[in-house]
């Protein structure tokens, strides 16, 4: 049995053990909280040194990262400070920290003006006495070598020291590839973040360019349509019809480059439909039949199914088809073939349908068939006959947007073959539509331009007072679109105009037009915020919308008819079709006006409007039942308490109700007084008092003409059937 004091004397070891291993752990936490606050790996590295010299009771410490580089092998160098003349750009094996690089081992040295392994200076002996050196570890590779130094007049360095020296470098490894990983993890953020930008600026450069070119096409393409259908004259009408073949063209091109864009930046997605494949595609190609005539070129389409049904893109496999085709006929001879095969691929996979378009044309030359579908690429020996590069690059990629694959062969001379294998069924996860992509604006250049077309209000007033024309209000920021609607549209319409969003808000509520025309890209407030204001403004609630652009993704219309639009139009634009589109829509609100009229009990619930306009109709009504027995309440009061210019309220009343705000006062009161009348609330006179008329028998004039009998005959009618 051990005696008591030795018992003692091992438990007192046994706590400084543990005393020296909590030490230890609350050092290792304290590095590892320390460095990793650091963003900077030398700035870390500083932390760790000054951490290791007062864990180890040394006068200097540095840390030295390896490089590839035999010749130099440190690519990072902290220390305490520079006094220690200890060098580091030893070769391996001629040197401690060489040689701990080479043999991949911590090293202690107790004495180094006495230890004999290494090429040792004269004056770092003198200098230096004891040294500690272990290699930075990380996932089995040395990253770095770990020094701590001390003078002659310090203590020597112990295996313990040494322990804990190597622990420290273990957690420095971890800490230094944390912080490298932290670091490649944030660049590719960054790196991301700026292709995610560069896309960004492209597809906005894309649209602004597009807007830029469809402004003109639409006056080009506009008065041309006018042009022609003025005209006989065949040569005119040759010339005008190559205006209009390029113009076309144009837009063509533009409408590719926008695909490409949108394709890019991830907003392109497909809407899938059900359909048969075989009567679509026969479909396009009866659209080519005319072109293939006046070329003398056969067309033909065969496969042996009468019917596939299957699920895909019309818009998208219209393109596809149609690009292939377009190209098949360009670069194929007079008295040429075109072979045009649809059928379900039975050998390798039957959910799978092949579509081939064949030529015997010019053929691609072997040496840039494997580029054909790169953008920009054109094959040399077509660029006589025209031709972008883009068509086949959109083909490829709208093909492999429903998962399908495209390849091609040609012979020079003898003919090209394209072969699209697309899958039956599209998974609809990857057909779903992606959120609505807010609408970039290019606000470098602002348009300031007076516009002279004002109306004034008691004139403006005065002309609805006299005529039933609509009012119409065009906004646009370019001078000369606005124009192009108003010649065509004037001769059936009042027009006002704005140059931009903000001047077209203002007038929107001032004079309270029928319908109103905008463009969607403009300066400073754009389409969608105009429309999203006149939509939730109550003066303006009621007035339909057609807005205007370049933008003719779904994803671009439904932003536009989600903020409350009526319509939209992508430029250019057919005049006839804009004519018949504000004529819909203003017939649309008179039929409402017309059942409104009708109504002989005032419901605003029952009537086809926005809760907007229903809520306005409600709010007048109350306005109207709290003066209902004022015979002094006129318009003028009627519309400053409803917060209206009493042209406003008149508009605003005439477009959702075909009243005026003076019939609306004098309706609302006969109503309420043939409720009064149905209740026997009453004689004659006295309701009439109670709904404001102070002249019974003008009452009576007024219920006559409203019900079509007088309130003596109305009461009869109603006791009678009752």
Known sequence: MKEPSKKIQELELEVKRLKAS???????????????????????????????????????????????????????????DDRSSLKHTYHVGEHITGWVLLNKEALVI????????????????????????????????????????????????????????SIISVQAGQLIKNLELQRETFLKIKETEKLQELDKIKTNFFTNISHEFRTPLTLILGPLEKLMSENNN?????????????????????????????????????????????AFIKGIIASFNP??????????????????????????????????????????????????????????????????????????PPNELKNIFDRFSKANN???????????????????????????KSEINKGTKFKISLPLKIEYSKASATPHASIEMNTDKIISEPVNEAIGERELENKNNTDNVPLVLIVEDERDIRNFIKDNIGDKY??????????????????????????????????????KNIKSDEKTSHIPIILLTAKSSVDNKLEGLETGADDYLTKPFNISELQVRVSNLINQRRKLRERFRKEILLEPKEIAVTSTDEKFLYRIANIIEKHISDYNFSVDSFAN??????????????????????????????????????????????????????????????????????????????????
């Open 22 to 80: 909590v030490e230890e752990l609350r050092l290792l936490n304290d590095i590892a909280v320390s460095a990793s606050k650091e963003t900077d790996v030398d700035l870390m590295l500083n932390v760790i040194v000054k951490k290791s010299i007062k864990a180890l009771d040394a006068e200097q410490s540095l840390i030295l990262l390896v490089t590839k580089n035999p010749k130099d092998p440190f690519k990072t160098i902290i220390r305490q």
């Open 110 to 165: 107790e004495d180094l003006s006495k230890d004999k392994r290494f090429h040792s200076t004269e004056e770092e002996k003198e200098d230096i006495h004891s040294v500690l050196c272990v290699p930075i570890w990380f996932e089995g590779n040395i990253i770095g070598v770990m020094m701590a130094i001390n003078k002659k007049n310090k203590k020597l360095f112990s295996k313990n020291d040494l322990t804990l020296f």
């Open 234 to 278: 065949e040569f005119i009408q040759s010339q005008y019809t190559l205006i209009q073949k390029n113009a076309n063209n144009l837009l063509k091109l533009i409408n590719q480059l926008l695909d490409l864009s949108s394709i890019d930046a991830g907003k392109m997605k497909l809407n899938i439909e059900r359909g048969d494949a075989i």
């Open 291 to 364: 072109l293939a005539e006046i070329k003398n070129i056969k067309l033909k389409f065969s496969s042996k199914l009468e019917q596939i049904d299957s699920y895909f893109d019309k818009d998208k496999l219209e393109k596809i088809i149609s690009n292939l085709l377009s190209n098949a006929l360009k670069f194929t001879y007079e008295k040429g073939e075109i072979f045009v095969s649809v059928s379900i691929d039975t050998e390798n996979n039957n959910d799978v349908i092949e579509i081939n378009v064949e030529d015997n044309g010019i053929g691609i």
């Open 382 to 408: 077509s660029s006589a006959l025209g031709g972008t590069g883009i068509g086949l690059a959109l083909v490829k990629e709208l093909v492999e947007l429903h998962n399908g694959s495209i390849s091609v």
């Open 494 to 531: 009042k027009i006002i105009e704005s140059p931009d969003g903000k001047d077209g808000i203002k007038k929107s509520i001032e004079y309270i037009p029928d319908i109103i025309i905008s463009d969607i890209i403009m300066p400073g407030v754009d389409g969608i915020e105009l429309c």
């Open 641 to 722: 308490e409803a917060g209206m210019s009493r042209m406003q309220l008149h508009r605003k009343l005439n477009a959702v109700t075909g009243q005026s705000a003076g019939d609306y006062i004098r309706n609302y009161r006969l109503k309420r007084a043939a409720k009064l009348l149905e209740g026997k609330h009453g004689n004659i006179a006295e309701v009439a008092y109670d709904v404001g008329f102070n002249n019974p028998s003008y009452f009576s004039d007024c219920f006559k003409k409203m019900f079509g009998s007088l309130p003596s005959e109305y009461v009869q009618n109603i006791h009678t059937s009752n």
